[in-house]
């Protein structure tokens, strides 16, 4: 198994695909890399909550579940349920559902096999080049005791999409459950490859499989230490009455969640809107449908804004009458809906209604009507996103399906930002994205450029921090050491390292703004090659006082908790690490030498004595996390 942290794919050149073939970079691009995931954040974010509330039946144990007997047909379009399977439907939750990993799918919502479990962790993190049985997707029991005619279990997959590429020993696998022997039958597989677009299957049930106890489960052959070899499968239909060549679904889809009505940015905060409510607001709306249909069709669509997170007045509906949309037989229309454009002719001027508040959250509504008679599936004609005004700036949409980092002991890293009022910078959001190496004991301070050529730094952090991993979001807040002033400008917010390994910043490939990202490896300001797929870094620079209405966690705050002393320190045998709250809290400690090699990994209540007799001399890190709370506290520690 080839090493899967950086791969080259030399697949498809499909103009539809084109910013998603993942590869090394030539000699003279070597300072930057493009990595694959080594986690599933959003999931692991989901796992630590159901353990800090005590709800781990979230996390459903299959065998410890009741079995529903289902009846046909059976039908899921993954478009109704997000991070996790329908229960009513299916057994296991190891695949991802989402809309971010699928390249044009057959309808909004796939579901995504990788090398992760539920909780967003590795199946196996001890063995870079672990390789086995990852994830799997079974069906409830369906009853085929009583059918009319032949049954046919029809799919969609797709390879890679905007994730990472199988390979050939790699693979998608279906079995179905055979009662009279208590076994699973393998009736379908397909190897590793590069990007396709969705492939149409369909698989015969035989008269083997007609009691009331039928079963289907899909699984994937893969990589267990991080979140590789993806495969996206779509549109599931079980039913009888069916031929072989009934692949067609007489169906109009929606087929993404990701809306945004401003120009470039995806947030900013409430009060830096209101200096421009025109200028920011974006021309079009891209809105994608796909019909799986044969023949074409009419589709009568508008979107709403409302405000209060969608509980507030409809603050926007367009078009304001009846408007129908053709759609090609077998097509994906990808229509741009007016905002705010006014030329070449009038069509709409629509900017988010003034007011005195401070955060804002507007929900998009994206819906359309067809006719029932020829929709078999309405769920997916309906999606909503949201329009997010808080504390930040911000160019990405929250997720991360890549991650980017530079090389260099002293290298510099950016997003430029146009920031619209005078105000007070008080932090920096970071995501870092887990990889298969961990980079929490490297370090970096802090930096904001006012230019870049001449290099003028208005802002460095005295001190220096580590990177972390969040337990329950996306993003960490670092903080100023002191709050600073930046007056109505361009500005480049981002940090310089202090070691040599790449901080692996997370990277959205669903929004564009690669001409805002700056580095310096080697004494040189630079945008990203052209080589690198199109996409976000998820750098946001955070004013004011002002809470967000989706909070970030703060590495600083309520440190009282998860703060600890190391003693002694220097030392050479024991060492004892103490936390200084006197509670039942239960406390994860991890070690880090200066290159992040990680050498023990424990927990603690009230205190732990480590011998490290046997750790070579050096510098160490030890990183203690607050399982209750997700709050991170590192500090050095010296072997001698």
Not at 342 to 349: G, I, K, R, S, Y
Request: hydrophobic share 35%; charged share 15%; no cysteine.
């Amino acid at each position: 198994m080839n090493q899967k942290i950086l791969k080259t794919n030399n697949m498809l050149k499909n103009a539809l695909l084109i910013f998603l073939t993942f590869f090394f970079f030539s000699a003279i691009n070597a300072q930057e890399k493009i990595y694959d995931l080594g986690g599933n954040k959003h999931l692991r974010a989901l796992y630590n909550k159901s353990i800090a509330e005590k709800k781990p039946e979230i996390f459903r144990n299959p065998s410890k579940k009741n079995k529903i007997l289902l009846s046909l047909p059976f039908m899921d379009d993954f478009s109704q349920n997000y991070h996790f399977p329908d229960e009513n439907l299916w057994q296991d939750i190891n695949v991802y559902i989402n809309s971010n990993f699928p390249i044009s799918p057959p309808s909004y919502g796939v579901a995504t096999f990788d090398g992760l479990d539920s909780t967003g962790y590795p199946y196996d993190f001890s063995s870079q080049t672990a390789h086995g049985i990852a994830d799997s997707l079974t069906s409830h029991p369906i009853d085929l005791s009583v059918i009319i005619d032949s049954v046919y279990l029809s799919f969609q997959y797709q390879a890679q999409g905007n994730g990472n590429a199988p390979e050939q020993n790699d693979s998608l696998r279906l079995d179905f459950y055979r009662k009279a022997d208590s076994s699973w039958v393998r009736v379908w597989s397909v190897p590793g490859t590069g990007n396709h677009l969705f492939k149409k299957v369909m698989v015969p049930v035989g008269t083997d499989y007609h009691n009331d106890e039928f079963m289907f489960r899909f699984s994937n052959l893969s990589t267990l230490s991080g979140n590789f070899d993806h495969w996206h499968v779509d549109y599931v239909y079980l039913n009888d009455n069916r031929t072989f060549t009934d692949t067609i679904l007489d169906d109009v889809a929606l087929i993404t969640n990701h809306y945004n009505l401003l120009n470039e940015l995806t947030a900013l905060p409430w009060d830096h809107y209101l200096t421009d409510t025109i200028g920011l607001m974006a021309e079009t709306m891209p809105v994608a449908y796909k019909n799986n249909f044969n023949n074409s069709y009419d589709v009568f669509y508008k979107y709403e804004v409302s405000d209060n997170n969608g509980a507030g007045p409809v603050v926007e509906t367009y078009p304001s009458g009846v408007a129908s949309k053709t759609v090609a037989a077998y097509s994906t229309l990808l229509e741009p809906q007016a905002v705010y454009q006014t030329t070449p002719f009038f069509l709409n001027d629509f900017s988010f209604p003034s007011d005195n508040s401070v955060n804002k959250v507007f929900q998009i509504k994206n819906y359309f009507d067809i006719n029932p008679f020829i929709d078999i599936n309405q769920k997916n004609d309906t999606v909503k996103s949201f329009q997010v005004f808080g504390s930040y700036y911000a160019y990405d949409d929250g997720s991360a399906e890549l991650g980017y980092g530079i090389e260099g002991v002293t290298a510099k890293l950016a997003n430029q930002f146009y920031i619209r009022k005078a105000d007070t910078l008080t932090s920096i959001q970071i995501y870092f994205n887990p990889i298969l190496y961990n980079i929490t004991g490297e370090s970096f301070k802090l930096t904001v450029w006012s230019s870049l050529n001449p290099e003028i730094i208005v802002y460095q952090q005295s001190s220096f921090y580590f990177p972390a991993y969040s337990f329950t979001n996306e993003f960490l807040n670092y903080t100023l050491d002191a709050p600073i002033m930046l007056n109505p400008g361009t500005y480049y917010i981002g940090y310089q390292k202090i070691s040599n390994s790449r901080l692996n910043v997370g990277y959205d490939v669903n929004t564009n703004s690669k001409n805002k990202i700056w580095y310096n490896a080697v004494g040189i300001w630079e945008n990203p090659s052209a080589g690198l797929p199109n996409g976000s870094l998820m750098i946001r620079p955070v004013f004011g006082s002002t809470g967000d209405p989706i909070s970030a966690i703060d590495e600083n705050s309520k440190k009282d908790n998860t703060d600890f002393n190391i003693y002694p320190n220097p030392t050479s045998h024991l060492v004892t690490i103490a936390a200084q709250q006197n509670s039942s809290t239960v406390f994860e400690v991890e070690i880090f030498d200066i290159y992040g090699k990680n050498h023990l990994r424990t927990t603690l209540q009230q205190s732990t004595t480590i011998d490290v007799s046997n750790f070579s001399k050096g510098i160490y890190f030890v990183r203690m996390i607050n399982k209750d709370e997700g709050n991170i506290q590192t500090k050095k520690l010296i072997i001698q």
